[in-house]
């Protein structure tokens, strides 16, 4: 059974920075596909990015350029870089493992904006 575990969420003002890690039970990112998606309140869950077993990366147009996604496969995790924070980028933020058979979905983690 996979489990995914994110972590790093909190509350920081307009500008800051957080790093969110999706940590997962054994050594599975590095052959796989991790997506963070977000959700915020009132909304659809929607997509934030993506990094493919050959480390290609794609970012959805609203976080281009200040969020980095990237893994680190000697940890198992795989993390979400997020700078120049803006009010709009509040939401619960989640990782997707996919795999042949099904997707894996961790918990969440709220990441909270002031202004």
């Known amino acids: 059974q996979v489990q995914l575990v994110e972590s790093g969420g909190g509350l920081v003002q307009a500008g800051g920075s957080l790093r969110l890690s999706c940590a997962a039970s054994?050594?599975?990112?590095?052959?796989?596909?991790v997506t963070w998606y977000r959700q915020a309140p009132g909304k659809q869950r929607e997509f934030v990015a993506i990094?493919?077993?050959?480390?290609?990366?794609n970012y959805a147009d609203s976080v281009k350029g200040r969020f980095t996604i990237s893994r680190d496969n000697t940890r198992n995790t795989v993390y979400l870089q997020m700078n120049s924070l803006k009010t709009e980028d509040t939401a619960i933020y989640y990782c997707?493992?996919?795999?042949?058979?099904?997707?894996?979905w961790g918990q969440g983690t709220q990441v909270t904006v002031s202004s």
């Open positions: 997707k493992l996919t795999l042949t058979t099904r997707d894996y």
């Open positions: 054994g050594n599975i990112f590095s052959r796989n596909t």
């Open positions: 990094i493919t077993p050959s480390d290609t990366t």
